[in-house]
């Protein structure tokens, strides 16, 4: 699986489709200083934001080998709303 999410965009794609743009994404507890998550099936990075004081180094990409439970909650998010458009059609 690809996947993207933008907290700030309030943003999920997953495997290219983004179709559910603006997701709800207020429950996942998404780190505030979060930018975002890149994930390519089994390895990924997330983004941090620029910090508030210009004169601070921005915090370096993290790299992870599994999903933090926000990213999954994200994703079930996003699933859900999937299978809603499913059954509209």
Known sequence: MKLTII????MVMVDGDASHHPLNLSDCEIPS???ALQWFDIKGWIE???P???FAPKPPNEMIEILPQWAIDAVNQWDKKNSEKI???
């Open 7 to 10: 907290p700030d965009d309030s």
């Open 87 to 89: 059954i509209e059609l």
């Open 33 to 35: 200083n979060v930018h």
């Open 48 to 50: 941090f934001d620029d």
């Open 52 to 54: 508030i004081d210009p």
